[in-house]
Structure formats: structure tokens, C-alpha cells
T-cell receptor
Framework: DAGITQSPRHKVTETGTPVTLRCHQT?????MYWYRQDPGHGLRLIHY???????DKGEVSDGYSVSRSKTEDFLLTLESATSSQTSVYFC?????????FGPGTRLLVL | DQQVKQNSPSLSVQEGRISILNCDYT??????FLWYKKYPAEGPTFLIS?????DKNEDGRFTVFLNKSAKHLSLHIVPSQPGDSAVYFC?????????????FGGGTRLMVKP
């Protein structure tokens, strides 16, 4: 598996505060992704990146922004957290057809 | 509109028997399919994949079958083991699409009873 770490692994925050989640990879993969997983919905793509400073929106991008200033790091920011953004967030990377996932970040917005 | 569907949210089988997990898709442009396995509190791990030029791919106890005319794929696990208990996601892709994006089904929770 690709070396993918996510930080923090758990976070509790309050509604209206900004939150940034970090994904770090050591595989030099070109593509990086942020998903959220919610019961009954599987994995839904929030944003993805196809290179440094090259990003695009996924299926559920409202309320989220991303940045990729280095190949190895992909940041997901919740600009003003809402309770509907309580979820488990997964980062993934890909150098070809297969995506490899990080361990996830469990976010609770109170 | 869900393009990839796993209609069984859960499946229970006896240890040693066959587990069959099903997945249906609607987009005929999909030409690459993957299965992921997910344990609680961990990220999904890649299990097996199949290209649309094949109808079967096997890796040890895991076999994926693809029926393009029915837009249906299935994952067979033989024999099933208690350690196979997990949530299984199928995913589909169009090879060469910008971003190498995958579309996931909602998952099936497999429980293998000793």
C-alpha cells in the first residue's frame, strides 16, 4: 500500500469554526483525493488534485476547499464547519488505475 | 442518480461457504472495476480489479466476475473466513478519465460466522 497518513485522526470542533485536515503521501503519486464516508452513501468525492496547484471539484464540494502546494501534501479545509459535515474523511492517492486510501479522520461538529 | 449500486446492505454466511457480493452499474462508459475491503476505523484497502476486456479475474480466494451486457459484477470469496468480515465497496472508472476518478457503491457488510 501507498504510504498515506492523515492528521488529525480525530477532531471535535464547534459549528462555524474553520477546520483543516491534512493528507501526506510518500509515494510521489500524481493524483490525490478527498472523500467523505457517511452511512448509506458509501464514499463520495469532495475534491481531487491532478498535480501541484491543480485541483477540481467532486460530487460534494460545497463548503470545502483544498490546496496542494507540494506533491506530497493535500489539505482539505472546511471554511465554516456545520453539523452536516460530521463524517469520516478519507484521503486517497493514485499513480494509475488504483486508488490507495489513508486511515481516515473522524470529524465531529457540535 | 447512483451510477454504482450495491443493493444488499448486508450479507451473512457460514465459515467455509461461498460469499457472493453483487454490484450493478448504469454507466456503459465504465471500463474498469475494483473491489475494496474496509475494516472499522481503517481506510479501504484494494482487493481486486477487472478490466472490461475480461469477464473474470482471480486472486487466491477472491474472484471477480463481470457481465457487461447486464452491467453487473460480483465478488466471490471461497472459502469464506471470519477475517473476511468487513464492508466491501465496489467502484467503477473510465480508464483515462481526467483525475482517474472512481465512482463507489454504497457498500455491503459481510459477516462470516464461525
Amino acid at each position: 500500500d501507498a504510504g498515506i497518513t492523515q492528521s488529525p485522526r480525530h477532531k471535535v470542533t464547534e459549528t462555524g469554526t474553520p477546520v483543516t485536515l491534512r493528507c501526506h503521501q510518500t509515494e510521489n503519486h500524481r493524483y490525490m483525493y478527498w472523500y467523505r464516508q457517511d452511512p448509506g452513501h458509501g464514499l463520495r468525492l469532495i475534491h481531487y488534485s491532478y498535480g501541484v496547484k491543480d485541483t477540481d471539484k467532486g460530487e460534494v464540494s460545497d463548503g470545502y476547499s483544498v490546496s496542494r502546494s507540494k506533491t506530497e501534501d493535500f489539505l482539505l479545509t472546511l471554511e465554516s464547519a456545520t453539523s452536516s459535515q460530521t463524517s469520516v474523511y478519507f484521503c486517497a492517492t493514485s499513480g494509475g488505475e488504483t486508488q490507495y486510501f489513508g486511515p481516515g479522520t473522524r470529524l465531529l461538529v457540535l | 442518480d447512483q451510477q454504482v449500486k450495491q443493493n444488499s446492505p448486508s450479507l451473512s454466511v457460514q465459515e467455509g461457504r461461498i460469499s457472493i457480493l453483487n454490484c450493478d452499474y448504469t454507466n456503459s462508459m465504465f471500463d474498469y472495476f475494483l473491489w475494496y475491503k474496509k475494516y472499522p476505523a481503517e481506510g479501504p484497502t484494494f482487493l481486486i480489479s477487472i478490466s472490461s476486456i475480461k469477464d473474470k479475474n482471480e486472486d487466491g480466494r477472491f474472484t471477480v466476475f463481470l457481465n457487461k451486457s447486464a452491467k453487473h459484477l460480483s465478488l466471490h470469496i471461497v472459502p469464506s473466513q471470519p477475517g473476511d468480515s468487513a464492508v466491501y465497496f465496489c467502484a467503477a472508472s473510465r480508464l483515462g478519465n481526467a483525475g482517474n476518478m472512481l465512482t463507489f457503491g454504497g457498500g455491503t457488510r459481510l459477516m462470516v460466522k464461525p
